[in-house]
């Protein structure tokens, strides 16, 4: 089983050849490391693009700096970062109480509410990240929205048991405007399976208006809903890179 992110995340480009998707992806990454970390620090790695930017700037400041930390992985993904750049690992088991985790997000509302789970890496995420004090979210300047799916279209993704994917789908369709879409590998050839063997529903075209608060709390009682990468009130700051070189704290 693995995590779809890790097919699709491309090698860290040199600066020259940055593009500012890019540039803002490390902007952001590199300035909540900064503010962020201390030594001493237990650290959540969340899984994505930009988090590779985050680990980056950690490895450096590890060995520049001499900071301390230990890291608990989100996804094989981030596991294999922190290794490559030798970095401590812990897991939950050792070190159960985070002092902050940091992780990219699909999508960030004016209320710092999030769709997360592009990658499929939600449920393990929401853990690491339900044990840190603080969730810091580094992003570029796409995902900083007003309200959840005016900028970001694939949607919001639910972790289900794979029994259950169906009636969870026609139950949902009956519910909630929009369609809950079971997530394909990229050849198709069956649906993605996330790390702790379950699938995800991918719920496009929804009422960007709901009260997502109670609608997270519903979602979560249907037998089979493992999880959604719907964070509420979960973040305490997000950094965006922005395309003028500039970062935007929210
Ligand atoms: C993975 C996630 C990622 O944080 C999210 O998809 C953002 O990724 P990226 O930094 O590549 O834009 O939730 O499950």
Known sequence: KTCPLIATFSPLLSQASMTSLEAAKRLAAYQAVNQHIKSGYIVGIGSGSTVIYAVERLAQRVATEKVVVSCVPTSFQARQLLVQN????????????????????????????????????????KIVASCARKLIIIAD????????????????????????????KTRLEAKYQGQFMLRMAVNKAGPVVTHNGNFILDWTN???????????????????VVETGLFIQMAQEAYFGMPNGSVKVQ
Do not use: H, R
């Not at 694939?154 to 259950?164: D, L, R, S, T, W």
């Not at 009422?207 to 997502?212: G, N």
């Open 206 to 224: 929804f009422d960007q208006t709901l009260e997502w608060k109670n609608v997270n709390q519903e979602l979560a009682l249907i037998p089979g």
């Open 86 to 125: 030798q970095l401590t690992l812990t897991d939950l088991d050792v070190t159960p109480n985070l002092d902050v985790c940091i992780d990219g997000a699909d999508e960030v509302d004016s209320n710092l509410d999030l769709i997360k789970g592009g990658g499929g890496c939600l449920l393990q995420e």
């Open 141 to 168: 300047y796409t995902k900083n929205s007003s309200q959840l799916g005016e900028q970001y279209k694939k949607g919001i993704p639910i972790e289900v048991a794979p029994m259950a994917y169906f009636p969870i």
